[in-house]
C-alpha cells in the first residue's frame, strides 16, 4: 500500500485545465493504494524538469499524463538517462489520439489507466533515435513537419483551432507539393529516392486495411522505412485506397523496409524532423537507430 509515484501531467492537456486536477489525481490514486507526488507542467521544458527531479528522488515508478508529445518527452528522460529499464514508466492517455498507449492496449480513460498502473505489469519496449532525439512512435521528413510547422503558425497568429488549423495546412502543402531528394542506406544498401514524405517507424506499422496505423508489438527490435516514389497527388490518394484494400505491398512505387539502423542524406543543410507529432530542425545525415527495451512501460496483464 501507498506505493510512491512521481506523475507529471501537461496542465494544458485533457483534464489539465481543471483547477483540482491534483487533488482528484490524489484521490483516485490512493483508491488504489498509491501515494502520488504529482507535477502540472505549463511547457516541455517543465515536463523534462520535472522527470529529471523525480529520477533525482529515486522513484521507482514515473506516470506522464497527456498526448504523445507529453508521452515522448517524460520517456525520452527515462530513457536518455538509462533508468528506462529500472524505473517503470506510466502512461496516462489524455491527448487526442494516444497511439502509443492504443498500441499496447492501455486504457484511454483516466480511471482505468490509474488502474493499469496498479495491478498491471511491466514490459520492455523499444524506442526510436534520429540524432539523439528520441520516439516512441514515428518520426516523419516532408510534407508532415512542414503541415505540423504550419498548422502551428495558424493557431498562434490566427486562434485557429488545432484541427481546422490542420486540414488548412494539409491543403496548403498538398498545393505546393514538394519533393525531397533523399539517399537512403539501409543495411548497408544505399537507395536514391525522389519522395514528398519518409516515414520511419519504432517497429512495423500495419500499412493495409482497417487497422491502418496499428502496430502489434513494440519489441520487435527494427525500425520499419516506408517511402512513396514521385507519386502525383492523385498517386497518394490511389495509395490510399490500395491500403484500404489490402493491396499497398502490391505497390510497385511504395518502398517498405526494415532495418535496425539506417541514414538518410540530402543536400540540404538542415531539415524539418518531426518525431511523435513535435518538429525540430536536424543537420543531415539523420542516423536512425532502433534501442531495443530501452523503456519499461506497465501494460494491462
Known amino acids: 500500500m501507498n506505493t510512491p509515484v ?3 501531467v501537461n496542465a494544458g492537456a485533457g483534464l489539465g485545465y481543471c483547477g483540482e486536477l491534483s487533488q482528484q489525481l490524489h484521490e483516485k490514486f490512493a483508491a488504489h493504494g ?6 502540472l507542467a505549463h511547457s516541455g521544458t517543465e515536463l523534462i524538469e520535472a522527470a529529471k527531479a523525480a529520477l ?5 515508478m514515473v506516470a506522464a499524463g497527456g498526448g504523445d508529445g507529453t508521452i515522448n518527452a517524460v520517456a525520452s528522460v527515462l530513457a536518455e538517462a538509462g533508468a528506462g529499464q529500472e524505473v517503470a514508466f506510466g502512461v496516462l492517455p489524455l491527448g487526442t489520439l494516444n497511439h502509443f498507449a492504443k498500441d499496447l492496449h492501455i486504457p484511454l480513460d483516466l480511471d482505468g489507466a490509474i488502474a493499469n498502473l496498479a495491478h498491471g505489469q511491466p514490459v520492455r519496449v523499444d524506442v526510436g533515435e534520429v ?3 528520441i520516439f516512441l512512435n514515428n518520426s516523419s521528413l516532408g510534407l508532415y513537419p512542414d503541415i505540423v510547422r504550419d498548422r ?3 493557431q498562434r497568429r490566427l486562434g485557429r483551432g488545432k484541427w481546422l488549423a490542420f486540414s488548412w ?3 496548403a502543402a498538398l498545393k505546393r507539393y ?5 539517399r537512403l542506406e539501409v543495411d548497408g544498401v544505399a537507395h536514391a529516392r525522389r519522395t514528398p514524405f519518409v516515414f520511419i517507424g519504432n517497429n512495423a506499422y500495419q500499412m493495409q486495411g482497417l487497422n491502418i496505423g496499428e502496430r502489434e508489438r513494440l519489441d520487435g527490435g527494427q525500425l520499419s522505412l516506408y517511402v512513396a516514389q514521385r507519386p502525383t497527388r492523385w498517386g497518394l490518394v490511389r495509395l490510399a485506397w490500395h491500403a484500404l484494400m489490402g493491396r499497398l505491398a502490391e505497390q510497385r512505387d511504395f518502398d517498405v523496409a526494415a532495418a535496425r539502423e539506417l541514414t538518410i542524406e540530402t543536400r540540404k543543410s538542415r531539415l524539418r524532423v518531426a518525431t511523435d507529432g513535435e518538429v ?3 543537420q543531415p545525415p539523420l542516423i536512425y537507430r532502433i534501442r531495443p527495451g530501452a523503456l519499461t512501460v506497465i501494460v494491462p496483464r
Not at 498509491?34 to 507535477?39: E, G, K, N, P, V
Not at 514538394?178 to 533523399?182: A, K, T
Open 6 to 8: 512521481a506523475v507529471i
Open 34 to 39: 498509491m501515494l502520488a507526488d504529482i507535477t
Open 56 to 60: 533525482a528522488r529515486g522513484v521507482h
Open 131 to 133: 540524432n539523439g532525439r
Open 152 to 154: 502551428e503558425r495558424q
Open 169 to 171: 495546412a494539409a491543403l
Open 178 to 182: 514538394p519533393f525531397l531528394s533523399v
Open 280 to 282: 525540430t530542425v536536424m
